[in-house]
């Protein structure tokens, strides 16, 4: 099939070079010239595995190109699939402006059936005004077409995004248009593996699915965040509760780990703007408010423990901050945890020393204007002179350090783990102060 896939970022990268992989022939388009120019040159402007060689290979192969030119983008696929940023507005809800104007270049240029896909996430209802952008396009040209708007929500996770999208628990498409359906079946049948993961349902239902699965994975975190908080005062551990209830299948053990609150470029907003729109139409969603309000105050629990042991006066002090990714094995930063953790300790007068195996590039661009902090070459050096060694991001070369050294290094052993990295029973044996998240100490 001819794909065209507007927005060359996380989403529309990994749609592109893996619907190429399966034969397509696919064209990106983007805003940027500086994105199109490195993929142009095989090099890709995002750290996520495996999406380089995905990437060259089947640019080799023809398969796959990238361009700024959106006519010409519009006149190759019969699918447009729209994977721009849908940032969140001031009030929470979500910024359609880049949806709309690939939209209005659509109807500006298409000269034949297109089916329209929605792979962005979007608030519901946000199909009809795409719809409505294009009608206005080709209305404005005298020139009526028929084209159908589906929506096809994107699932995957950073890190993991090309095993997600080559291996989808499912697939969701919302469409009222039966050769579109079919069109997008054709698209995802060798995706499908021995089972028809496809759920195909209307348009308003697959939008909202979106919203419904990252807030039910959101409310599922930052209730066991506040679970660990109980588990610390009663002298519980996190940890065997989480594997006493996750062992029962109607809970599941995913997504049940605490943490320093849930970051990303998704369930942040994503949250904010379900919110919204129950305000909107006068449904209160009293339960992810008080989600939204936990992961807040949950990006601050290291900050707290630092305070609570050398005060609010930080001057003079240095600390150690392992993992700056808002997860592991990527090097996105958007509502990164560390970053209200730089933010808080320095704004007290601290240094914060940082290591991360992948995001060092992006904090020093979004750092750079924060006095007392500095990013250092291995997870070894950011414990010169530290007073503690603090946890934010669960990276594999974290999780056996070597112990002695941490203890030698550090002018106070104690470390501050926001991710349940180690055992307390071993930290103390050796002579390690260790504070993790609900470990009942
Ligand atoms: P991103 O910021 O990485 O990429 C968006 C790209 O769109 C940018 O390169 C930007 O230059 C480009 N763009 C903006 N306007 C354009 C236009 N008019 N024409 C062509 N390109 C244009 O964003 P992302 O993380 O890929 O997210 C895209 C959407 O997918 C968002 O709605 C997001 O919520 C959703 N989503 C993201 C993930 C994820 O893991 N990142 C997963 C599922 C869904
Ligand atoms: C999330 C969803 O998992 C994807 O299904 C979805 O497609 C994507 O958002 C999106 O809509 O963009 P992502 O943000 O890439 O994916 O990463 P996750 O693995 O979900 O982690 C999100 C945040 O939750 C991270 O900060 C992570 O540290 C935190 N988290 C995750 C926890 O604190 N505990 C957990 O048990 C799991």
């Given at each position: 099939?001819?794909?065209?896939?507007?927005?060359?970022?996380?989403?529309?990268?990994v749609t592109g070079a893996c619907l190429a992989e399966m034969g397509n022939h696919v064209m990106c388009v983007d805003v940027e010239p500086h994105r199109i120019d490195m993929l142009r040159q095989g090099?890709?402007?995002?750290?996520?595995?495996?999406?380089?060689?995905?990437?060259?290979?089947?640019?080799?192969?023809?398969?796959?190109?990238?361009?700024?030119?959106?006519?010409?983008?519009?006149?190759?696929?019969?699918?447009?699939?729209?994977?721009?940023?849908?940032?969140?507005?001031?009030?929470?809800?979500?910024?359609?402006?880049?949806?709309?104007?690939?939209?209005?270049?659509?109807?500006q240029h298409m000269t034949d059936y297109k089916v329209v896909v929605d792979k962005s996430t979007v608030p519901v209802g946000t199909a009809d005004k795409v719809r409505a952008a294009i009608a206005e396009?080709l209305a404005a040209r005298g020139t009526p077409m028929s084209y159908a708007v589906v929506s096809n929500p994107e699932f995957l996770k950073e890190g993991a995004a090309i095993e997600d999208f080559m291996?989808?628990?499912?697939?969701?498409?919302?469409?009222?248009?039966?050769?579109?359906?079919?069109?997008?079946?054709?698209?995802?049948?060798?995706?499908?593996?021995?089972?028809?993961?496809?759920?195909?349902?209307?348009?308003?239902?697959?939008?909202?699915?979106?919203?419904?699965?990252?807030?039910?994975?959101?409310?599922?975190?930052?209730?066991?965040?506040?679970?660990?908080?109980?588990?610390?005062?009663?002298?519980?551990?996190?940890?065997?509760?989480?594997?006493?209830?996750?062992?029962?299948?109607?809970?599941?053990?995913?997504?049940?780990?605490?943490?320093?609150?849930?970051?990303?470029?998704?369930?942040?907003?994503?949250?904010?703007?379900?919110?919204?729109?129950?305000?909107?139409?006068?449904?209160?969603?009293?339960?992810?408010?008080?989600?939204?309000?936990?992961?807040?105050?949950?990006?601050?629990?290291?900050?707290?423990?630092?305070?609570?042991?050398?005060?609010?006066?930080?001057?003079?002090?240095?600390?150690?901050?392992?993992?700056?990714?808002?997860?592991?094995?990527?090097?996105?930063?958007?509502?990164?945890?560390?970053?209200?953790?730089?933010?808080?300790?320095?704004?007290?007068?601290?240094?914060?020393?940082?290591?991360?195996?992948?995001?060092?590039?992006?904090?020093?661009?979004?750092?750079?204007?924060?006095?007392?902090?500095?990013?250092?070459?291995?997870?070894?050096?950011?414990?010169?002179?530290?007073?503690?060694?603090?946890?934010?991001?669960?990276?594999?070369?974290?999780?056996?350090?070597?112990?002695?050294?941490?203890?030698?290094?550090?002018?106070?052993?104690?470390?501050?783990?926001?991710?349940?990295?180690?055992?307390?029973?071993?930290?103390?044996?050796?002579?390690?102060?260790?504070?993790?998240?609900?470990?009942?100490?």
């Amino acid at each position: 099939m001819k794909i065209t896939v507007f927005g060359a970022g996380y989403v529309g990268l990994v749609t592109g070079a893996c619907l190429a992989e399966m034969g397509n022939h696919v064209m990106c388009v983007d805003v940027e010239p500086h994105r199109i120019d490195m993929l142009r040159q095989g090099q890709v402007p995002i750290y996520e595995s495996g999406l380089d060689v995905l990437i060259q290979r089947n640019a080799a192969g023809r398969r796959l190109q990238f361009t700024l030119d959106a006519e010409a983008a519009v006149a190759h696929g019969t699918l447009q699939i729209i994977a721009v940023g849908t940032p969140p507005e001031e009030d929470g809800s979500a910024d359609l402006q880049h949806m709309l104007a690939v939209a209005r270049t659509i109807g500006q240029h298409m000269t034949d059936y297109k089916v329209v896909v929605d792979k962005s996430t979007v608030p519901v209802g946000t199909a009809d005004k795409v719809r409505a952008a294009i009608a206005e396009q080709l209305a404005a040209r005298g020139t009526p077409m028929s084209y159908a708007v589906v929506s096809n929500p994107e699932f995957l996770k950073e890190g993991a995004a090309i095993e997600d999208f080559m291996k989808p628990d499912r697939i969701v498409i919302g469409s009222d248009d039966d050769r579109a359906t079919l069109l997008m079946r054709a698209l995802y049948s060798p995706f499908m593996r021995n089972s028809d993961r496809l759920v195909v349902m209307d348009v308003r239902s697959a939008e909202f699915t979106k919203y419904a699965a990252n807030a039910m994975l959101a409310t599922r975190i930052s209730f066991m965040n506040e679970l660990a908080h109980l588990a610390d005062a009663v002298g519980a551990d996190i940890e065997w509760v989480r594997k006493g209830i996750g062992s029962d299948p109607r809970i599941g053990t995913h997504f049940l780990y605490p943490g320093t609150g849930y970051g990303g470029s998704c369930f942040p907003k994503d949250v904010k703007a379900l919110i919204r729109t129950g305000r909107d139409n006068g449904v209160p969603l009293r339960v992810l408010d008080a989600v939204e309000a936990a992961n807040g105050a949950q990006k601050q629990v290291l900050v707290q423990r630092v305070v609570q042991r050398f005060g609010e006066d930080l001057r003079g002090r240095a600390f150690a901050l392992w993992g700056l990714a808002f997860k592991p094995d990527t090097d996105d930063m958007r509502e990164a945890p560390s970053r209200v953790v730089v933010e808080e300790l320095t704004r007290r007068g601290a240094r914060v020393q940082a290591y991360d195996p992948v995001a060092m590039p992006q904090a020093q661009r979004l750092l750079s204007h924060v006095e007392g902090f500095t990013t250092v070459p291995s997870a070894q050096a950011a414990l010169e002179g530290a007073d503690a060694l603090l946890i934010v991001t669960e990276w594999r070369e974290f999780r056996t350090p070597d112990f002695e050294h941490i203890k030698a290094t550090l002018r106070r052993p104690l470390v501050l783990d926001g991710r349940n990295l180690y055992e307390p029973e071993l930290m103390q044996a050796m002579g390690l102060e260790y504070v993790g998240i609900g470990r009942g100490v």
